[in-house]
Structure formats: C-alpha cells, structure tokens
C-alpha cells in the first residue's frame, strides 16, 4: 500500500509561547469534504510541526487541512476555512473568548 504523508506546522500569529500539554488535532479531508486521516499531538511549543500519513489510494481530488489546537489553560485555537495542504504552514485563529 502506497503511503502519503502530509506534514507542515501549525502557527498561531498572536502567541509566542503556548502551556506545557497542548494538544493539537490535525485531519486531512479530501475536496468532498471527507477526512481521510487525522492525528492528535501534544506540543509546548508554536509553531508546532505536524505529519499526518495517509493511504495514497484514498485520494482523488485536492488535500486540505483542518486543525485545532487546545491549550492546557482551556484557550482554543483553529483553521476557520480548510486550508490547501501543500501551503506547509496552517495558521490558527483564536476560537472563543
């Protein structure tokens, strides 16, 4: 089976350090709107490198990503649009209050 690895970093532009224990979540969705693969990370630190493997075979159409990051002090941060994978970097807005 032809693996397919998608991989980049998560950047949150207003924040330059984040809690020990954040855990970040990344899916890949194809153009369908279909996640094709996801992982969940801890990270300390932003921007925070992420790879995320898929079957090759389960693409047809463009890749994107999704992602969240929530921080152990309850702050949230994600994509508010799928963002095309091949841009490397995925940046997180502020969710909430």
Same mark, same amino acid.
């Given at each position: 089976?032809? #693996?397919? @690895?998608? =991989?980049? =970093? #998560?950047?949150?532009? &207003?924040?330059?350090?984040?809690?020990?224990?954040?855990?970040? @979540?990344?899916?890949?969705?194809?153009?369908?709107? &279909?996640? #094709?693969?996801?992982?969940?990370?801890?990270?300390? &630190?932003?921007?925070?490198?992420?790879?995320? @493997?898929?079957?090759?075979?389960?693409?047809?159409?463009?890749?994107?990503?999704?992602?969240?990051?929530?921080?152990?002090?309850? =702050?949230?941060?994600?994509?508010? &649009?799928?963002?095309?994978?091949?841009?490397? @970097?995925?940046?997180?807005?502020?969710?909430?209050?």
């Amino acid at each position: 089976m032809p #693996l397919l @690895t998608v =991989s980049g =970093s #998560l950047l949150v532009r &207003e924040v330059s350090e984040i809690p020990p224990g954040a855990i970040a @979540t990344v899916k890949v969705v194809d153009d369908a709107g &279909e996640v #094709l693969a996801a992982a969940a990370l801890e990270t300390d &630190e932003v921007p925070a490198p992420f790879s995320v @493997t898929l079957d090759d075979e389960m693409v047809r159409g463009d890749l994107f990503v999704w992602a969240f990051l929530r921080a152990s002090d309850g =702050s949230g941060y994600g994509t508010l &649009e799928l963002v095309p994978a091949d841009l490397g @970097t995925v940046e997180l807005n502020r969710i909430g209050d």
